[in-house]
């Protein structure tokens, strides 16, 4: 029998030695037991000795017992399929009857092997593993209740789905109910255990607890004043997701829901206050929010804003308490990932720039992300930003007296969570804020030179919330004494303010566009100063700052003062990065905003850069063949440093233009994006679009012979289910007719069903429909016969989305093919002409041959039906179009 297996003493003492070594805080002592646990793998009894350690070996001490068990544990994730059966039954064996060691850390680390031997897979292969738990929690010994409850609890968190499936005959409709008994337990640590596992269970909406949710919800409120922690922490997580999956359900008590969500927001344990204030952040997602919550305002805007304070372990944690550390290197493991957002083409619209789609991820309320990642403070000013988003100016009637006592508060902690409030309802309760905003705006520049750093810091986060109405005033009355005040900041001698200024500058910068010019030697003097300062993780804010500022500019930073100041600390970090290095992608994007801005200011710097981004490109693709042949032997490269190279070759494009013709003949980068174009990453193929469209632009010359194989591809990535990916190589295919011209014929179908189809679709995103419109516009141009008939399919679509967008060159060649089709074939467009006459009149100053091409269709068309029926049919526009025909067209 295997289960009488003994260990050899010498063996033992050997596991034992190794276990007393890996507790060494030394390197070089880890390694060696890595190597050694890595060569004892290869003895199948190895892990009897680790499972006879935990579960048997009471003479050592506890620790090491479960570290001999986590062990097994990381051997069961890595190689469980090698393990001999008898060696897998033993373990299986050992751990049910240690289940209920006296030890909780044993019991513990019990627990954790058992539920990673179960997510092997191994639920269908240990049938009775399930019920002989579920029979232990009846278990008269305290310990062994517990111990089977600690195994449940974590099995449910990582196999709730396998739980719920017919593979093992639904073990839940048994389950389920037994944990709903024990919540009345008398232990708290059970009780505790028997919500965790049910609460597995809502989000899914598992059958079986939906059959039983009456009386879940019933025992729930029973333990609502629960003297436990833990337990009320549960309560409250149940109740927050049942507001989700069940509002129906908790809408009868929803009153005592909020009146008690609201106790618990203030519970002495900080845990349980998060648990609850989630909730405020779920119910303002739900349509019933204003109607159940408005009774309440009064009670809760006052602990949301006391949430909003710093606990006195934030301010330990956030060091508060030191004022300069500019001098202090960065710990690297507190600099975030950051993830690049790969290059999309969108059209300018009237009145403003491009419109981001999804550009809301921006100034989320994160001026503190280092400590503990999501705390009350957080929770509570995320939702306070909600709510504010709901209830509109309702809200400043409870928010405007506290914050009247909060922001000038002699207490630096209280004043600074009165400058996060404000900050917090800048979105929703824009409009009743205004008359406030010409006292408050100064009041918080003021505070930009508080004496301490947390203060100094968040005020910057909240002018930023503010800096669109401030753009909107005269500049000297607010923009120029905020930006005096923030570049100061910028260069403050505290790491936390310059990171928090440079980011409230990056957004002043958007808002405030080209009225920076004036300012702009004094700006850059303040950036490039920085650059000098700077400890590493600041430096990364800084290059998007750097990168913004020459967004909002453009041509105006092509000065050669300007240039002198920006670029030599620019291309010297370039040189100091290595290929491998991360910092190299905010760099990338930094120099791609400046390239496009400099135009052929960028002449002197775009060599070197142009054919390092080339080299990263070509070095990733040679190591994802790599990866591909061999995976085992190389692994798979990182493919952002590829994307933004992409996407710096997309700025030098944009801002050299036919500038750049010299280095493409000198490159092989066509044959790379012919790779790229067809690599499995849709970011990939997104950026490879985006430099087509831009190359085709600078120097078709060399795109030319490589047409015939680039347009299937562009055929095949018109998924609109990858929207950008779909919107690029949209772009690009319009760019590359207006190079063609009708020359394009034989690829037209290979692209026109597929466009159509896309104008057509519902829900289609406004860039997605505008770039599609004006590609199909210039394939008609170019290729009339070919589109025309298809006129009427599209006509309408057309027209709507091409309307709110500004005349530019685009625009220009979308309209003259739309009338060349028109010319073709005009029944195409008789039963749509009122949108036609809609999109004509959305030009402020077409070019005089395009005004000419509108003047001929509407009169034809005007002729052909006779002035009667012109008459009838002009009654229907609405006065502002009727006017403007009229005044320009004559109609």
Not at 230 to 247: G, S, W
Request: hydrophobic content about 40%.
């Amino acid at each position: 029998m295997e289960c009488q297996w003994k260990p050899d003493e010498q063996g033992l003492q050997q596991i034992l030695q190794l276990l007393k070594e890996s507790q060494s805080p030394d390197t070089s002592t880890q390694r060696s037991v890595q190597q050694k646990l890595e060569q004892l793998n290869q003895y199948p009894d190895f892990n009897n000795y680790l499972i006879f350690v935990l579960t048997k070996l009471k003479t050592e001490d506890e620790p090491t017992r479960s570290l001999s068990g986590l062990i097994l544990k990381n051997n069961v994730k890595a190689h469980y399929q090698n393990f001999p059966n008898g060696v897998s039954d033993f373990i299986k064996n050992e751990c049910l009857q240690s289940i209920g060691d006296s030890s909780p850390l044993i019991r513990a680390t019990v627990g954790i092997l058992i539920t990673t031997i179960a997510s092997k897979g191994e639920l269908q292969n240990w049938p009775e593993l399930l019920p002989k738990l579920c029979l232990l929690l009846d278990s008269e010994d305290y310990n062994t209740c517990e111990g089977a409850f600690g195994a449940l609890q974590k099995i449910c968190e990582d196999s709730a789905e396998i739980l719920d499936s017919d593979m093992l005959e639904r073990p839940l409709n048994v389950m389920i109910p037994k944990f709903l008994q024990f919540f009345k337990h008398s232990s708290p640590k059970i009780r505790s255990h028997a919500i965790a596992c049910v609460n597995q269970f809502i989000i899914s909406r598992t059958q079986a607890l939906m059959l039983h949710i009456d009386p879940f919800i019933e025992n729930l409120f029973a333990l609502a004043g629960d003297e436990e922690p833990e337990v009320r922490k549960n309560v409250c997580r149940a109740l927050v997701m049942l507001l989700e999956v069940r509002l129906d359900r908790l809408l009868p008590h929803m009153h005592n829901i909020i009146e008690y969500m609201l106790q618990r927001t203030q519970d002495q344990d900080e845990n349980v206050a998060l648990e609850a204030c989630e909730f405020w952040l779920t119910l303002a997602e739900q349509p019933v929010c204003k109607e159940v919550l408005c009774g309440h305002l009064p009670k809760l805007t006052p602990v949301l804003v006391n949430g909003m304070k710093y606990s006195e372990i934030d301010i330990i944690l956030l060091k508060g308490d030191v004022e300069e550390d500019e001098a202090i290197p960065d710990n690297e493991q507190d600099i975030r990932p950051r993830f690049h957002r790969s290059r999309t083409v969108a059209q300018q619209h009237e009145g403003g720039d491009s419109i981001e789609e999804d550009d809301d991820d921006e100034d989320d309320l994160d001026d503190d992300e280092t400590i503990s990642d999501w705390n009350l403070r957080k929770c509570s000013a995320a939702a306070l930003d909600v709510l504010a988003n709901v209830f509109r100016d309702d809200l400043l009637l409870h928010i405007l007296p506290l914050l009247k006592e909060l922001l000038f508060h002699p207490e630096w902690l209280i004043k600074e969570s009165g400058i996060l409030v404000l900050g917090a309802i800048a979105e929703g309760c824009m409009q009743g804020m205004i008359p406030y905003l010409p006292e408050l705006i100064p009041h918080l520049v003021l505070c930009l030179s508080d004496k301490k750093a947390l203060v100094r810091s968040i005020t910057c986060w909240t002018l930023s919330r503010y800096a669109h109405w401030v753009v909107s005033q005269p500049p000297d009355t607010y923009l120029k004494p905020l930006m005096t005040e923030l570049l100061k900041r910028i260069l403050d001698s505290n790491k936390r303010v310059q990171e928090a200024a440079c980011s409230a500058f990056a957004t002043l910068e958007e808002e405030a566009c080209t009225e920076l010019v004036p300012y702009l030697a004094y700006i850059l003097d303040t950036l490039v100063f920085a650059f000098s300062k700077y400890q590493h993780k600041n430096l990364l804010i800084l290059y998007d700052a750097i990168g913004t500022l020459a967004d909002s500019v453009g041509h105006h930073l092509n000065k050669p003062e300007y240039i002198q100041m920006l670029m030599p600390p620019l291309i010297q970090k370039w040189n100091q990065l290595k290929d491998e290095d991360k910092d190299l992608f905010p760099l990338l994007e930094c120099l791609s905003s400046v390239a496009t801005a400099l135009q052929s200011g960028f002449l002197p710097y775009c060599e070197p850069v142009y054919q390092r981004c080339v080299n990263l490109v070509q070095k990733t693709l040679a190591q994802a063949v790599l990866h591909q042949n061999q995976p085992e032997y190389y692994e798979a490269p990182d493919k952002d440093f590829m994307i933004v190279a992409l996407d710096l070759l997309s700025g030098l494009a944009e801002g050299l233009g036919g500038n750049i013709e010299q280095l493409v003949a000198r490159s092989n980068i066509l044959t790379l994006m012919y790779q790229c174009m067809q690599d499995k990453m849709p970011e990939v193929r997104q950026s490879s679009f985006a430099l087509l469209g831009d190359l085709t632009k600078a120097c078709f010359q060399h795109v030319k012979p490589c047409i015939a194989n680039f347009m299937p591809i562009l055929g095949t990535n018109l998924n609109p289910e990858l929207i950008s990916v779909c919107n690029n190589a949209t772009w690009a295919i319009g760019e590359i007719s207006i190079q063609m011209g009708s020359e394009m014929q034989p690829y037209v179908p290979l692209v026109l069903q597929q466009l159509v189809e896309i104008i057509n679709r519902p829900n289609t995103p406004k860039t997605l429909l505008e770039n599609t419109a004006i590609t199909i516009g210039r394939l008609g141009y170019v290729c009339p016969q070919e589109v025309a008939p298809m006129l009427q399919q599209f006509i309408r679509p057309w027209c709507t989305s091409l309307r709110n967008i500004r005349d530019n060159e685009e625009k220009d060649s979308a309209f003259r093919g739309i009338c060349t089709m028109i010319t073709v074939n005009p029944g195409g467009v008789v039963q749509d002409f009122i949108f036609f006459c809609d999109a004509v009149a959305s030009w402020m100053n077409p070019k005089d041959d395009l005004r000419e091409m509108f003047y001929k269709i509407l009169h034809g068309f005007k002729n052909q039906v006779g002035d009667e029926n012109w008459r009838r049919f002009s009654d229907q526009f609405p006065p502002p179009l009727k006017e403007r025909l009229a005044a320009f067209y004559g109609v």
